[in-house]
């Protein structure tokens, strides 16, 4: 393998993004207006024109991000750069599934925004839930801090890197967690400014409905290497990408395991697709001499001349 895709997730959108990328390019300004289409959002003036506070609700959000993620590859791919394999965080995944043509463009749009829908409703229903970044303190560790702590409505949401996850759940368990985690030496414990406790059984009403939108969705076989955020696996087939999409919701980002799975397959390097450079941060953990490009704007072009 030469090259890999990876798709960041919600969190990395601010507003203009991908503004250089429908500029300059046919496809992509056609892209945005599938999107819009699909979504039923008006995505160019969300993306270019809206507030950052508009991009930060969660039914804006999650299909702004896989847009700006998908215009991205599109550039990448423009600029000579073609993926032999594709990874996403969280929402990311989704245009993964669309590059690695598991799904096309036009349904991963509509779902995603269903997805970002849901998951806010169910936050909303929630009673109030949240999550927090737990900083320098390993992954086992915080799972033991919470189980001797006694806490029973917090989860590990994300396996970001050895020294870094996120946990979701119930506000008060969350808050009681945090205390906990940085007893046992986590050195901080950051409030994420969220609608709900994604990636925890707290959105299963979010999965169900999720469930009953995709059934009637057909998901081809994968034609790049793809990777699984709840497996932390490579997916095997149309069906399983089907099955864990929905599992997805309710699940814990193992993106550790994912990105060790990319490692094995010994990629040349990878390119972020997609704004901001947190997934490029994260692999340099793990992944030492194979580099990953940052590219979310034109002006990144230049390090994708490999």
């Known amino acids: 393998m030469k090259t890999c895709f990876l798709f960041p997730g919600q969190g990395a959108q601010y507003p203009g993004m ?6 300059t390019s046919t496809a992509v300004r056609e892209l945005f207006a599938l999107a819009s289409s699909a979504s039923g959002i008006n995505l160019k003036k969300l993306l270019f024109e809206g507030s950052e506070d508009e991009l930060k609700q ?5 299909v702004a991000v896989a847009l700006a993620g998908s215009a991205a590859a599109t550039c990448a791919r423009e600029h000579g750069v073609h993926p032999e394999a594709c990874a996403g965080f969280s ?3 989704w245009p993964a599934l669309a590059e690695a043509g598991i799904v096309s463009h036009e349904d991963m749009f509509r ?8 998951m806010d409703e169910a936050g909303k229903l929630s009673g109030g839930s949240t999550m927090s970044a737990v900083i320098n303190l390993a992954p086992e560790a915080i799972e033991a801090a919470i189980a001797k702590a006694g806490l029973k409505k917090v989860w590990v949401a994300n396996y970001n890197s050895p020294t870094q996850s996120v946990i979701s759940g119930a506000e008060a ?3 009681a967690a945090e205390e906990a985690v940085k007893a046992a030496g986590a050195k901080r414990a950051i409030r994420l400014k969220v609608s709900g406790a994604f990636h925890s059984p707290i959105m299963e009403s979010a999965a169900e409905r999720f469930a009953e939108a995709v059934a009637g969705v057909a998901f081809a076989e994968p034609k790049l290497a793809i990777f699984s955020n709840v497996t932390g696996k490579r997916i095997g087939s149309g069906a399983e990408a089907k099955e864990l999409a929905v599992r997805q919701i309710v699940s814990p980002v193992r993106w550790i395991d994912e990105e060790a799975a990319i490692l094995a397959e010994k990629p040349v390097f990878c390119v972020e697709t997609g704004p901001g450079s947190v997934l490029t941060g994260l692999w340099k953990a793990v992944g030492g001499a194979v580099p990953c490009y940052p590219f979310g704007t034109l002006d990144q072009v230049a390090t994708l001349s490999l």
């Open 18 to 23: 991908a503004k250089d990328f429908y500029e």
């Open 58 to 62: 969660t039914r804006n959000t999650q």
């Open 91 to 93: 929402v990311g995944e």
């Open 111 to 118: 779902l995603v925004a269903l997805r970002g829908r849901f």
């Open 173 to 175: 368990d969350v808050a």
